[in-house]
């Protein structure tokens, strides 16, 4: 005790060196907080060092070298009502406060937070991100949160910080009015705006927040799923258009399969179509249970194949696009020579557009054809 009582007496240099990443507020320990009157006092550059006296606050020194004398004490001089001449020990505690930037700090929505979104209604919405937090003011970060905590640090405070931007997030969110869809686009401006509004809060602390930044804004599991869902049908188009073009091309794909397009063509589009009626009208398993169980109903006959679906085709001239025709239409224009065997066309199911004469289905517009007539004889 002795030995830490004659060491306090021979040091005269008060420092703090920094070796961590999270310590806001390290006190500098001295036996009977005694100071010796002409000390060297060392404060770093994102550093500030404040006297409390008696459990008051006192001087604040800013980076610089400094000796500790009346003249760079003037509260602690007028605290203790120091003469010119004095030269004694002094007693006062010295808290080093890191003023450097604290980064990667995590903050996120521990519950949803709900809010009437334009297009869904009511809905929720998670959300998640990083933040900074720096020492504004030490003097009153030191009055109004670390106290006489000799080793103050980040997690002590963050926990506080966290709920304070869950509450000003939801509140800037929910007052914006902007569609949950178009959130991701605006995340720096939310940013921004949350975080001026934490600064005003947490300003009371001697904090700032000079950066916060959103990473992810996130629908329920449930939401998501339908919005899915609905996007896959805003891909898809006309759900009953899409069915048609599945069936007819299906039904095509046979018919060319069968190598006869014709006879062999029609009958499995025939076939195809019975199946499809039976499949709906249940003419399966249970209408071969009803013919062997005679004091049942007899089931229904199974419904006509549905009709065949009748290609319509876009006519290319001059840079400009027509239709569309149906066959018939095409066979009238063929007749009248407004379609050509040159003429452009194109129908759904089409790789890109293509000669009316290289189409087999528009090829036998032109066989019907007569020749063109003979030019007249020469004059006699």
């Known amino acids: 005790m002795v030995f830490n009582f004659l060491s306090g007496q021979f040091i005269d240099v008060i420092e703090w060196t920094d070796d961590t990443r999270d310590t806001m507020v390290w006190r500098f320990e001295r036996y009977g907080h005694e100071i010796k009157y002409g000390a060297k006092l060392t404060v770093r550059e994102g550093q500030t060092a404040v006297f409390i006296h008696e459990g008051q606050l006192a001087d604040i020194f800013t980076p610089g070298l400094y000796m500790l004398e009346t003249n760079n004490m003037p509260i602690l001089t007028t605290l203790q009502h120091w003469d010119h001449g004095f030269k004694s020990p002094f ?12 980064t990667n700090l995590k903050w996120g929505t521990k519950n949803p937070i709900m809010l009437r979104d334009p297009e869904f209604g009511p809905t929720r919405i998670r959300a ?21 905590d000799g080793e103050f640090t980040t997690d002590e ?52 927040l000079p950066e916060l930044y959103i990473e992810n804004i996130s629908l ?33 794909s046979a018919a060319s399969a069968s190598g006869d397009g014709g006879t062999m063509g029609a009958g499995l589009g025939a076939g195809l179509g019975m199946a499809m009626g039976n499949m ?23 419904a006509p194949p549905p009709p ?59 066989t019907v054809m007569p020749p063109p007539p003979p030019p007249p004889p020469p004059a006699g």
Request: proline share 4%.
């Open 308 to 366: 065949p679906v009748e290609h319509v085709w876009h006519i290319a001239e001059n840079g400009e696009t027509r239709g569309p025709f149906s066959k018939a239409d095409l066979g009238r224009m063929a007749a009248t020579g407004e379609l050509t065997r040159e003429t452009h066309v194109w129908t759904a199911g089409q790789d890109g557009w293509m000669q009316a004469e290289d189409v087999t289905e528009l090829a036998q517009l032109f």
């Open 280 to 302: 709906m009208t249940g003419a399966g398993g249970p209408w071969g249970q009803a013919q062997n169980q005679p004091h049942q109903q007899a089931a229904r006959p199974a």
């Open 220 to 252: 329920p599991p449930a939401v998501e799923q339908a919005l899915d869902k609905r996007t896959s049908m805003g891909v898809v188009g006309d759900l009953n258009k899409y069915t048609q073009y599945s069936a007819a091309e299906a039904m095509q």
């Open 91 to 102: 007693k006062s505690e010295i808290y080093f406060v890191n003023t450097n930037r604290f």
């Open 157 to 208: 405070i963050t926990f506080q910080i966290r709920n304070v931007i869950v509450q000003e997030f939801s509140r800037v969110v929910a007052g914006s009015g902007i569609p949950v869809l178009d959130m991701a686009a605006n995340t720096a401006e939310f940013g921004k705006l949350v975080a001026a509004r934490i600064s005003e809060t947490i300003a009371q602390y001697g904090l700032t």
């Open 128 to 148: 998640f991100g990083t933040y900074t937090v720096k020492v504004a003011d030490a003097g009153r970060f030191m009055t109004e949160i670390v106290g006489t």
